[in-house]
């Protein structure tokens, strides 16, 4: 039998198994950065065990953990403001390829704002260019999944 979704749907919640893959579940569902990343790794592969077994129960795994989640988020990015997505709607229905200056500005401070990122406008046309290109995909993949 596979164990899909409704298999464990169907199982006794008071069983050892439904409790873990609800626990790996909920894990991974709500991993923070890349620190929750590595610890599923090494919780699946048990070098948790044995790490554990031999630094002791604190080897200073969580506190590296949380570092490294710090270090490298995994980031959600924000909903558009209504003025925000009426401009970009303008500005890519325009397709003008043209970006004024002003234009570029506005557009990094929507980036920036969705992403959480501190991007500065410059005159390299290819970062122009991705930072465009990025919201963008963004823009038009919030149309379709009404994000």
């Known amino acids: 039998m596979e164990k899909d979704l409704e298999y464990y749907e169907k199982l006794d919640k008071r069983t050892k198994e439904y409790k873990e893959w609800k626990a790996n579940r909920e894990a991974e569902a709500s991993s923070k950065g890349l620190g929750d990343s590595i610890e599923k790794i090494t919780k699946a592969t048990g070098i948790a065990d044995v790490v554990k077994f031999v630094a002791g129960e604190d080897c200073g795994c969580d506190e590296r953990k949380e570092k490294l989640n710090e270090l490298f988020p995994y980031k959600t990015p924000q909903c558009l403001k209504e003025n925000e997505y009426n401009w970009l709607s303008s500005l890519y229905e325009s397709e003008s390829g043209v970006l004024s200056a002003s234009n570029q500005k506005r557009l990094y401070k929507i980036y920036n704002r969705v992403f959480g ?27 379709e999944e009404g994000l």
């Open 117 to 143: 990122t501190n991007k500065q406008g410059s005159g390299c046309t290819s970062c122009v260019i991705k930072v465009y290109n990025e919201m963008k995909d963004y823009f038009f993949k919030y149309n």
